[in-house]
């Protein structure tokens, strides 16, 4: 029984295929102006790589933050239960899911059986999510992949001003004129972010094990720093970022069975 | 410099650095040159003054460090002048940058700077200036002499900057600075965009693009909003005429005319710095420039 | 006396690791902070009175004062802290108890109390919490109860939170000061308060120990105005030293302070008379009101305006955490025992300007207070001070302006947040208001 979710992201389309529960293939496009197409090719590169049409699958699943752009879905779940679903199949233990995106950052908290319980967003600013990151590595003037290794190098880090991503940018600006080491300034770029992240989880408790989803979690430097701040290392599974449509995959699968009941 | 940030060959969010020197001036030995440079977090710009009157001035976009923009602009301002940095009696220094301006013998702020320098491009039947900022945005009450009665600034937000306009213009692929009359091409004002916050404002114009909305639609909305936020805040600093805006902003005409409406009141007309008015992008520079000269006149007193 | 083992109503569980790390850390920092402010203090005053050495020491929190009173309590001295200046510390000094203000001035503890409240509220009540979350307060933590008064929505809450590990005896304030009910209902209030805490230290408070501590206090008060009345002409002090004088007491041995501070008074006098000013006698004349000030990290505006370019110099402040701490004395008439305690209750309810109290007029002891004080010493320039987040000060403000508006006095509506942040933002309004002040500017 084929069950496909989609995760109708800011920046991207994710889509991911499972047979009978078990993950098959993955497919993913960028949302730009139009999401509905987007999402049309992600599910359609994820069905090609397996061999399947769309006519083959039995329930489709939209999630995300474009969720009323699918373009169709036998149902929708919020990204929250979504990421608790994905939570508990990656990770049998995983009580506490936190799933950073392009411009949102999310913390779920889930009982054993991937059953949302409680959870806080963060969608007021941008600066505690991926757009940060983005801009910061422009202001340094490097690659986005580069800027996490880079901040690993650093022992300290600058303070920099976390509270909005263009006062962001022309803080590291001037740090670099003020010859401040561009490792320091990276690391101080996560560290900020990590600190608001990590606010935000402890509003609903910081419960082992926490796994880390979403495109944000594939970023070492991030992921250093909020190990920092936690105080303990987080989990983060194979490719995070399609952790939210993994779970309206599963959630797909349960449903279909209940149809066909 | 902050450049490779856009790695298309076209960069919409670039505007025109240039430098001019005013038709028909001369200076010569015997006269007062002074300068002030206003470095800026997105722009810096440089006045050269004879005996108080414009001589020639420089606009460049502001590096990653400060003391080279500040000796960059001064250049540009110097170029062709056959003038050395030498040759300038008393250089002020304002503007986000002005305590890294390492030629200036004074740093006075860019609220100071603007007041007065508005009073020198406009005359002194100006009150209220607007003063809008790559980074933020000032309202100032001056008096007659161009001297700060009281002030406002709104820093602690990019919405309504000069950066969430180069987001926008980015954004929307439109040079920016065609932005403020293609924001004017819409047939019915739209409603404005609710979020402030530039980087929220970004997705929620991006989502009004899906809807169908055209480019001038969702460049209106924002410079709408954004007109609401600087009449906002010159009604708090209280309004009175004479009103004229400075800063990059004050050649978005979008922006300009939106104001006008809300405010139910006209800004002194922008002198034509195309051609040979003055350019008031460079307001902050001639204050500084004409308090140069009042600083130094004061000093060779006994 | 509670126990952490009573179930927290409000506080989360926080693991004894975490919060010893974060204690430690913050220490450290906070120690940092302290010793940089006192540099820039005497980079400021090249000839800083010799007799500020005292309270350079004493602005060190975590320093003597902490081991002198864990010293006092081991001697079985029971410690009373309080939140708010209402709390009449005449009857805990009465009752041989230690009284100790209770404030928080750390930035870094006010992210901590966003895990049990949301940002919205007051960074100084966030930071309290935050400071309670990991034990950092040297005062709050050596305090055996704790007095808050219930004057504001934060304050209110705050000693409903901070109950999950303290006594707490909350005061009411009418918020209707000038009724002959409500000081009646403030007086009730204190004849309570002499009863609970007789009960809690065991000590009968008598009428000689009560005139003792009474007169005491009117002797600080006496020192205290001699110090802001030396403020009044050409700067003999920093604005910032004076300051540090002011809020110390708050902490210290107020015995041993009143000596340290008339100490100081001497001294100042000298440089009075040799006309030794700490800076030209023509440096812009700033006056600061507003939300509380916190030592250490909120030293941020004032280092801003005397480090500022141009220059300026507080010579005076209408904040809780300053001028207002000993500014009016406890008037007895009949030294016997009621009067005493009604005495004590006209001052600390009468007295007092915070925002929090209106009346027919609205806050006009505030306004009042602001104007003589801008005539009386020589002000040029008012800097309305306002952490964001409280609306009492936040909604005086425009009142305030038109006040001050008439007699031509420049204000300028400053807010900021518990936060090193914003600076380099501040600077620039701090110094385009000096340039407005100063004639400098100008052709």
Redesign the interface.
Known sequence: MIAVGMDLG?QRVKAVVLKDGAVMSRGQAFSG???TDAAEQAVEEALKQVHLQKADVAYFVATGSAIE?APYANSTVSMMSADAKAGIYLFQNARTIIDVGA?EARAVKCDENGVMVDFVVNER??AGAG?FIEAMA??L?VKLEEIGPLSLKAERAS?I???????G??DV??L??RQESKPEIARAVFDAMA?RIS?MV??I?VNPEVIVVGGVAKDVGFIASLNRKL?LNVLIPDYPDYAGALGAALIATSRAKEVQK | MIESSIKSSVEFWRWEEYNRIMPGKKWTSKDLITAGVDVGSVGSKAAIMVNGEAYSWGITRTGSNSPESAKKVLDWALRDTGLKVSDLKYIVGTGYGRVNVPMANKAITEIACHAKGANYIWGSSVRTVLDVGGQDIKAIRSDETGRVVSFLMNDKCAAGTGRGMEVFADLLKIPIEDIGGISLKVDEEPPPVSCTCVAFAKTEAMGLLRKGWSKEKVLAAYTRAMAVRMANLINRVGLEKELVITGGQSKNIGIVSRIEVILGVKCLPMPNWRENGLDPMVAGAFGAALFAKALYEKAQKP | MKTEKVEKKYMPEIPRREIDELRNSITAASQKIITENIERMKKADPNRPEAMKYFDEMANIFGPRQKEIAAEKEKGKKVIGYMCLFAPTELISAADAIPVKVSSGWYDTSKLGDRVVPVEVCPVIRSTIGAKMIELSPFLELSDALISVLTCDGMTKLSEILSDYKTIWGMNVPRVKDADHSLRFWNDEIRKMKTQIEKFTGNKITHKNLKAAIEQTQRATRVFRRLQDLRKGPPVIMGRDAMLVNQAYLWDDKKRWTEKTEALCDELEKRKQRKEWVCPPETPRVLVTGTPMYWPDNWKLPALVEEANPKGIIVADELCSGERILNDPVGVDEWNMEDMLNAIGERYLMASTCPCFTSQDGNEDRINWLLTKVKEWNVQGVIYYVIRGCMLYAMEYARIKKALDKINIPVYYLDTEYTREDVGQMKTRVEAFLEMLTARVDF
């Open positions: 800011t102006f139009d999401p752009m411009e600013c941008a757009t422009r202001a003037e303070p001003n976390a509270s909005c991503v263009i006062f940018e022309s600006v001037s670099i004129h600190d606010s402890h509003r408790g105080g």
